[in-house]
């Protein structure tokens, strides 16, 4: 097979560099290890930001988020016996959306379905070749069985944190940098109505608490939990019970429903940036370049921005044979990749206990500040509201 872009990886990454680089009339192939319905369902990132939405709206994908997302001014930040909200819209002009993943997927699958995308799902053997050259190639076992070859002239790693894309770089190019935190997530999907409006960020002596949503009738929750904790020696009682204690039920009159749990699972968190983001003719975007901790509701997010700054410089790269964009992709993109690994990590250090009694004076210290001075305020909205595509 022959095309001008080889995306491997069929994520929100992957399915949004190959729509619009089909807008800017750049073919691509697309290379999935799992099956759609595997890639559509994972229950994932569910906050977009404003530069995400604007992003997919110009690219013709804003039709049922418009109709169907809840958009949030801000999000509460609170601890025992206070409860703060932060106006994102007061103080920085921009909003969040809250609208899950698994919706921006289907709204990217059936826009590249009805363009005719050829993808290849439940692939196998997934390995890259000749990447210096203006001849890179990839190749796989297809989902019959068969051995197969795509020849392109750039590849595009959108293969999350578990693809091979980022090891292809050579030895002597890559470095990275990582951090691991001492807890995970246990994170439920329930069917009850959210007891809230807008997101709330809760600190806590037992650990942190995120009380989050899908839609009006579906909430999403998470409890700060030691790493290894395994999600099935939770009780639903005792984790309802525990986010009543974190969340703060029956202060100020504020009552959380609890409801049925669909869905419960553990999340490990991570900060890891690879840089640099392309090398030859491979380019990496979204996790296979670098992976926060969801604290701060960017992975997603900034893999839409990697792939807003892409797409426009493979067309000029491709169509024109202007380099500059392509050339200057992994710099402009981690300059963003970095304020928001430093902003997941602020909020994730911010927020969840550690033990040490140190740690808390500072972490309620921190809270007091961005709840009450607006400089502190500003600063959490607008990394949160998100910076422009390109920042
Ligand atoms: C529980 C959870 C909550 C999150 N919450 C948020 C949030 O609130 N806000 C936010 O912005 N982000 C959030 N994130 C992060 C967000 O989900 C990711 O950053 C996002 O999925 C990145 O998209 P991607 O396309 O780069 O990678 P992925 O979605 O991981 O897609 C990569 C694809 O590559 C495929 N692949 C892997 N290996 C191969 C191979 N060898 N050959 C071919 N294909 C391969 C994979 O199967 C996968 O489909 C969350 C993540 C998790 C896990």
């Given at each position: 097979?022959r095309?001008?872009?080889?995306?491997i990886?069929?994520?929100?990454?992957?399915?949004?560099?190959?729509?619009?680089?089909?807008?800017?009339g750049?073919?691509?192939?697309?290379l999935?290890?799992?099956?759609q319905?595997?890639?559509a369902?994972?229950?994932?990132?569910?906050?977009?930001?404003?530069?995400?939405?604007?992003?997919?709206?110009s690219?013709?994908?804003?039709?049922?988020?418009?109709r169907?997302?809840?958009e949030h001014?801000g999000?509460?930040?609170?601890?025992?016996?206070?409860?703060h909200h932060l106006d994102?819209?007061?103080?920085?002009?921009r909003?969040v959306?809250?609208?899950?993943q698994?919706?921006?997927?289907k709204d990217?699958v059936a826009a590249?379905?009805?363009a005719g995308?050829?993808?290849?799902?439940?692939i196998?053997?997934?390995?890259?070749?000749?990447?210096e050259s203006?001849?890179?190639?990839?190749t796989?076992?297809?989902?019959s069985?068969?051995?197969?070859?795509?020849?392109a002239?750039?590849?595009?790693?959108?293969?999350?944190?578990?693809?091979?894309?980022r090891?292809?770089?050579p030895d002597g190019?890559r470095?990275?940098?990582?951090k691991t935190y001492p807890?995970?997530?246990?994170?439920?999907?329930?069917?009850?109505?959210?007891?809230t409006?807008?997101?709330?960020?809760?600190?806590?002596p037992?650990?942190?608490?995120?009380?989050?949503?899908?839609?009006s009738?579906?909430?999403?929750?998470?409890?700060?939990?030691?790493?290894?904790?395994?999600?099935?020696?939770?009780?639903d009682?005792?984790i309802w019970?525990?986010?009543?204690?974190r969340?703060?039920?029956?202060?100020?009159g504020?009552?959380?429903?609890?409801?049925?749990?669909?869905?419960?699972?553990?999340?490990?968190?991570r900060?890891?940036?690879?840089?640099?983001?392309?090398h030859?003719?491979?380019?990496?975007?979204?996790?296979s370049?670098?992976?926060?901790p969801p604290?701060?509701?960017?992975?997603?997010?900034?893999?839409?921005?990697?792939?807003?700054?892409?797409?426009?410089a493979?067309?000029?790269l491709?169509?024109g044979?202007?380099?500059?964009?392509?050339?200057?992709?992994?710099?402009?993109?981690?300059?963003?990749?970095?304020?928001?690994?430093h902003?997941?990590?602020?909020?994730?250090t911010?927020?969840?206990a550690t033990?040490?009694?140190?740690d808390?004076?500072l972490q309620?210290?921190?809270?007091?500040w961005?709840?009450?001075s607006?400089?502190g305020?500003t600063?959490?909205?607008?990394?949160y509201?998100?910076?422009?595509?390109g920042f």
């Amino acid at each position: 097979m022959r095309t001008q872009v080889a995306i491997i990886g069929a994520g929100p990454a992957g399915m949004l560099l190959a729509h619009l680089l089909a807008a800017e009339g750049v073919e691509s192939i697309v290379l999935e290890i799992r099956s759609q319905a595997y890639v559509a369902g994972r229950i994932r990132a569910g906050i977009l930001e404003q530069s995400t939405v604007d992003l997919l709206r110009s690219a013709g994908l804003g039709e049922r988020l418009d109709r169907e997302a809840f958009e949030h001014r801000g999000i509460y930040l609170q601890w025992p016996d206070e409860r703060h909200h932060l106006d994102f819209v007061e103080l920085t002009g921009r909003s969040v959306f809250v609208y899950g993943q698994t919706q921006v997927q289907k709204d990217l699958v059936a826009a590249r379905e009805a363009a005719g995308q050829e993808v290849h799902y439940e692939i196998s053997d997934t390995v890259l070749h000749d990447l210096e050259s203006d001849e890179p190639s990839v190749t796989f076992t297809d989902s019959s069985g068969v051995a197969q070859r795509v020849t392109a002239s750039v590849v595009v790693g959108c293969d999350g944190s578990f693809g091979p894309s980022r090891a292809a770089l050579p030895d002597g190019v890559r470095r990275s940098w990582e951090k691991t935190y001492p807890h995970s997530w246990l994170g439920i999907l329930a069917d009850v109505a959210p007891s809230t409006d807008e997101l709330i960020y809760a600190w806590h002596p037992d650990g942190f608490a995120l009380h989050s949503m899908r839609s009006s009738t579906v909430s999403r929750l998470y409890l700060q939990v030691p790493n290894g904790t395994d999600a099935q020696t939770w009780s639903d009682d005792r984790i309802w019970e525990s986010l009543a204690t974190r969340l703060g039920h029956g202060e100020g009159g504020w009552k959380l429903t609890p409801g049925p749990i669909t869905e419960k699972s553990v999340l490990p968190m991570r900060s890891f940036v690879q840089t640099p983001m392309r090398h030859g003719r491979l380019f990496l975007a979204g996790d296979s370049a670098h992976i926060v901790p969801p604290t701060g509701a960017k992975g997603l997010n900034l893999a839409v921005a990697d792939v807003g700054l892409l797409a426009p410089a493979l067309a000029a790269l491709l169509l024109g044979g202007d380099s500059r964009l392509a050339d200057a992709y992994s710099e402009t993109a981690l300059r963003r990749v970095w304020r928001c690994t430093h902003f997941s990590w602020w909020m994730t250090t911010m927020l969840h206990a550690t033990g040490d009694p140190f740690d808390e004076q500072l972490q309620l210290s921190q809270l007091r500040w961005v709840t009450s001075s607006e400089a502190g305020a500003t600063g959490l909205a607008e990394n949160y509201a998100g910076l422009p595509i390109g920042f």
